[in-house]
């Protein structure tokens, strides 16, 4: 026995000089920004003069996910494709890769295809990290990440690695500079949404003087719900229920006490953040407890077309009460934006859905930041990055407001949003997707107004 | 005597956990292969040297040391336990709240990593004894209802307590596996940044797979000597039959306490350890599903041995990672391959969204399933399948070749 417990100690204290002899002078730890070279067999460290595809020959600089000698650039992408905003995230992908594949045809990035690499993080951190592991030694950027904790996750390794990811979620923290050093988001975030269109449903109802404001817990619900004080105390609104973070989409009795919440305030306008199946619940309660008369909205990824689904109890009076909000144009608008999607996936033979546009304004950020790094000579992750965080104008041609990533924070924030009605008969003859467009890029004088220095709510 | 290795003549030698010249080498051998890994050195492994796989393999040990403990429990003193997730959030949180950041709006302390660890246990052990008594009074199936609703609660708790876990969805971050002495502003030792060992460049997540080896190897040491101790006797008479034990002398009472302590002490260390390594966890990871993730470890590794809960974490683990490059394999040979075999490979794999397969090849095109829902098939599928067959799970298994290999060619 006590031979055994000799050697046991040994190995420990061996454990422990080997730990303490290697990092302990000098220390190497490299916990800022500092671009490291990701340890792994797949990329390769070259500066190749090349001619690409017949072109004049150039010097690219390009360490992971560009091979200038196959001619292929690797985007990753990390999607919920199993998860609760899989229906949704599907197509998206779907439509990165219909309009990577109509690049490539028309000759890809100077010659260089694109090849896009998803994987499944199922809406879960620890997933979301691993696939970031697994993706960063092959990808020279990330074309998306679902989920604002999971994008606060490998924010860190972000930066320590020097990689670009562009956000899947419109939390305001994106065009907070404390935050975004890696990020290139897009889309109006949460918190001016609730003051472009609360502010918008007081020009419907000038006679409004009292508000309830139900949201979903996390950083969704509570940057919307920011807004939505923000703007109440603005226009001297009273707050007549206040369901912060209240809603639990899983769990049915947040939804009752959510609705009995709204109906007893008798407000006049209703903001509700969350999906669109915790939205029906609500209103549908709070419709059946005879609440009538308000206005109501949330949130883009609060509504959804099956809503106002022919087969839908709550259809009419929805359409009547409910202002839809979007970050991008729905299907039908028209505009050369609305043009190019609608023709990607008629190509494509899919059926009509707006989400193939938030595909397509990502893919198409993450062309223009390639182009400009191979024009720049640098397409290594570092240049990938460089060049993102350096475009004025990313322009959508009326499918989204136009995004710039130079300036001050208060300049870039994108403020310009669309507003839709609900269209129940245009879903059920397969005119519409759903909704029909009453504003495009619009921002309401607060939301024009609002200073913006820093995230509206803080996630950690 | 040589060449009669299971011929023990003194105490010791009979008591010993490598009792065999063959468990020792072997024993040695395996050890050194892991240590080698983060450093690519024998052929075949090289892959294991990436950062994702490294990534995988250390949580392979987190997992063990929690897999060890609800072994003690389970395996050892026989009480069905589904609460094992709520211990390991107990711990996690106990652990950011020592640990975690001063700045901001979140509860922590900001004090180094050995206190934090031990107290993760620690105060995971004290909730663990507080719960002790109840496995007195129920058994079984109902012993098991009370440690769930022990889960329920705990996600209750976490996900309104805001200004320790951050609230339900946003979660908050977990303090870095790093060493310091007190609150420095460098650590002695960062498991998170590459770095040199010896002269050798490493990774961080090399860096933390080995300090994790060695973490679950004494660990497992632990628990395997626990069974050999009196009161590793003492739970595993309570586990045959608890009343015959506790006529003969065996306190019931104090003996299940003893268990749900040291088994919540693992799993407080091993939740400790499964937040910091993934740097950020919401309240909702500490829920049943993790729960039974364990049980699952446990009952396809073979219940009741360590060797088993060992090889079970790792089968867990790894599982969907190797499920997803087999699918990735099949649908470069339904693809590129030509034959029977590229036939039989397109019947499983769907390769785009208008062919038919079972799983689905590309992420998120088709009408197969996904590679996350196959693995939950193939869970379920496995537990039952485990339990039928084989109870004694992959531990069981390996007896069994062993054992043939053992009277070779005499096998009847």
């Known amino acids: 026995m006590r031979k055994k417990s000799k050697w046991l100690a040994l190995l420990l204290v061996l454990g422990l000089v080997l730990a303490a002899c290697g990092d302990g002078e000098g220390g190497d730890t490299t916990t800022t920004a500092v671009a490291e070279e990701p340890t792994t067999t797949a990329g390769e460290e070259e500066m190749t003069t090349t ?15 560009v091979d200038l000698e196959a001619g292929t650039i690797t985007i990753g992408l990390l999607s919920d494709l199993s998860g609760p905003f899989s229906p949704l995230v599907q197509v998206i992908v779907a439509g990165h890769e219909m309009y990577w594949a109509k690049v490539n045809a028309d000759g890809g990035i100077n010659g260089l295809t694109v090849q896009v690499e998803t994987r499944d993080t199922e809406y879960d951190t620890p997933t979301h990290v691993q696939r970031y592991e697994e993706l960063k030694g092959e990808v020279v950027a990330f074309g998306h990440s679902t989920g604002s904790p999971q994008t606060i996750a490998i924010n860190a390794d972000l930066q320590a690695d020097g990689i670009l990811a562009v956000p899947l979620t419109w939390y305001s923290g994106w065009s907070d500079p404390a935050i975004n050093a890696n990020l290139v988001p897009h889309g109006v975030p949460y918190c001016i949404e609730s003051m472009n269109m609360i502010e918008y ?36 609104l009273e707050v007549a229920y206040d369901g912060t973070a209240r809603i639990n989409a899983r769990d049915e009795a947040t939804l009752a006490e959510v609705a009995s919440g709204i109906t007893g305030s008798d407000a006049d306008l209703v903001w509700v953040t969350t999906n669109s199946v915790a939205f029906g619940a609500i209103y549908g309660q709070a419709f059946a407890a005879g609440f009538s008369g308000a206005l109501w909205s949330g949130a883009g990824p609060s509504w959804s077309p099956a809503l106002v689904a022919p087969d839908s109890v709550i259809s009419e009076p929805l359409s009547n009460d409910f202002y839809v909000s979007a970050y991008y144009a729905p299907w039908a608008a028209d505009s050369p934006g609305n043009q190019e999607v609608r023709e990607l996936v008629e190509a494509a033979g899919a059926p009509p859905l707006d989400f193939y546009a938030e595909g397509v304004i990502e893919a198409k950020i993450m062309e223009q930041a390639l182009r400009a790094a191979y024009d720049a000579g640098d397409m290594t992750q570092a240049g990938v990055l460089a060049a993102a965080k350096s475009l004025e104008t990313v322009a959508f041609d009326g499918l989204a407001p136009d995004e710039t990533y130079v ?54 | ?84 997730s709520f211990f390991m959030g107990v711990g996690a949180y106990t652990a950011v709240w020592l640990g975690g950041s001063v700045d901001g709006p979140l509860i922590g302390l900001g004090l180094p990593i050995w206190i934090w660890l031990p107290a993760a246990g620690v105060v995971a052990a004290v ?37 320790l876990t951050g609230g339900g969805q946003i979660g908050r971050d977990f303090p870095p596996l790093q060493l310091r002495i007190w609150k420095e502003a460098e650590p002695i030792v960062d498991l998170t940044s590459p770095g040199s060992w010896l002269g050798v460049d490493i990774s961080g997540n090399g860096k933390t797979f080995l300090v994790l080896t060695i973490g679950t190897v004494v660990f497992a040491l632990l628990a395997k000597n626990l069974q050999r101790t009196r009161v590793g006797r003492a739970l595993m008479s309570i586990r045959d039959r608890d009343v015959a034990a506790e006529i003969m002398g065996v306190d019931e009472f104090r003996y299940k306490m003893v268990a749900f302590g040291i088994s919540s002490f693992y799993a407080g260390v091993a939740g400790a350890l499964l937040a910091s390594f993934v740097r950020r ?8 599903f993790l729960s039974v993730e364990f049980i699952a470890i446990i009952l396809i590794g073979g219940a009741g041995t360590v060797t088993g ?74 537990i039952i399948g485990f339990l039928i067959f084989e109870p004694l799970g992959l531990y069981g298994i390996w007896l069994r070749v062993r054992n043939y290999w053992k009277g070779w060619p005499f096998t009847y």
């Open chain 2, 309 to 382: 809960a060992l090889l079970g974490s790792a089968f867990i683990v790894l599982l969907p990672r190797v499920v997803e490059d087999f699918t990735h394999w099949l649908r470069a040979i339904a693809v590129d391959g030509d034959g029977i075999f590229a036939a039989i490979a397109n019947l499983f794999v769907a390769t785009s969204s208008t062919d038919f397969g079972l799983v689905n090849a590309i992420a998120g095109v088709g009408p197969g399933l996904s590679v996350a829902q196959l693995n939950l098939v193939i869970y379920g599928l496995l």
């Open chain 2, 127 to 163: 909730v663990g004894l507080l719960i002790g008594p109840t496995a007195v009074r129920v058994r079984g199936l109902y012993l098991g209802i009370v440690t769930l609703g022990l889960v329920f609660i705990g996600e209750y708790v976490f996900r309104n307590w805001d200004s």
């Open chain 1, 407 to 460: 300036g001050e924070p208060n300049d870039r924030v994108q403020r310009a949003q669309f507003i839709s009605r609900p269209d129940p008969a245009g879903l059920a003859d397969g005119t519409s997707t759903g909704v029909t467009l009453i504003e495009s890029m619009y921002t309401s004088p607060l939301g024009a107004s609002f200073e913006f220095t820093e995230t509206c709510f803080s996630l950690s």
């Open chain 1, 201 to 236: 449903l007081t020009q419907q109802a000038p006679d409004a003087a009292t508000i309830a404001i139900a949201t979903d817990e996390g950083d969704y619900g509570e940057d919307s719900s920011a807004g939505a004080m923000i703007v109440a105390e603005a226009l001297g």
């Open chain 2, 281 to 288: 966890e919401s309240p909702e990871g500490w829920d049943l």
């Open chain 2, 1 to 84: 005597m040589r060449g009669r290795p299971l011929l023990h003549t003194s105490y010791e030698a009979d008591q010993a956990l490598l009792n065999t010249t063959a468990k020792r080498v072997m024993l040695g051998i395996f050890l050194l292969i892991l240590v080698s890994i983060p450093f690519q050195i024998v052929p075949g492994l090289k892959f294991l040297g990436e950062d994702d796989w490294l990534r995988l393999l250390a949580t392979t040990a987190i997992f063990s040391v929690g897999a060890l403990g609800l072994n003690i429990l389970i395996g050892l003193a026989g009480q069905v336990s589904l609460g094992h």
């Open chain 1, 51 to 65: 001619t690409a595809a017949g072109e004049e020959p150039a010097e690219i600089a390009t360490d992971v996910g």
